[in-house]
């Protein structure tokens, strides 16, 4: 299970989250929507600690971590909660001078000092799940934009999170290649993966969520089951985003 509550994020006088509290029950797929702006991505790197909140609390399992503004966070504390997270990025980014396997053996070896041999085991059993395994070797500049993904979603789930966070996972992806990106990340969540995912894309928002969350200036304008937020949403804002949209 994982609890954010309360999370507000400030970058100077600027709130970009206001006061945004989300439970994420474990084997569940939660989606953000929104206008650009709104705190998707600023709030997926809050629960990632890419970004420290300026006030708030995450708990993931049975580590938590509380905010308060003008009192610092330091690293150690940072990273226990961290490592309960992976991300997928837009752009992937991957590791451009590594093969797709070393990519998502690196956290293994670096971080968590898996003996190599290991981690390579793991790693080719990860890029087998993605469809990748054939591609291990190859670097990621001779990739699709759709494969580079998988390997990235390979990479961001090697050392096991309790939660994969995903950013816009399809927006930089061809329809074509979206489509193997959303088979992946269809796939994951009905074996029960937990997760969130900021997507413009509401044929892989209403594929794989079990609630959605309308995220508008820094807060939670809306939620519910995608049927709700999609076929029959009450609030005014969110019935001229999805109407924007279709
Ligand atoms: P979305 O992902 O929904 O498009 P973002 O979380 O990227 O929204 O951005 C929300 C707001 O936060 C925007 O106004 C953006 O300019 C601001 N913002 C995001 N990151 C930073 C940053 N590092 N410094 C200052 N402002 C930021
Ligand atoms: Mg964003």
Redesign the pocket.
Known sequence: MIEVSHIE?R??D?V??KDVSVTLAEGTVTT?V????????????CINLL?VPTAGTIRIGDKSLAFQPGRKVGWDAIQPLRRQTGMVFQNFQLFPHQTALENVMEGLVTVLKWPKEKARAHALELLQKVGMAHKADAWPATLSGGQQQRVAIARALAPSPRVLLC??PTSALDPELAEEVVEVLSRLAREGTTMIM?THDLRLASRVADQVLF?DG?LIVEHGAPSHIFQAPEQERTKKFIASLN
Do not use: H, I, M, Q
């Not at 998707?40 to 790197?45: C, G």
């Open positions: 994020k970058f100077g600027n970009v989250l953000l929104g206008p650009s702006g709104g705190g998707k991505s600023t709030l997926l790197r970004e950013d816009e900021a995220l820094g």
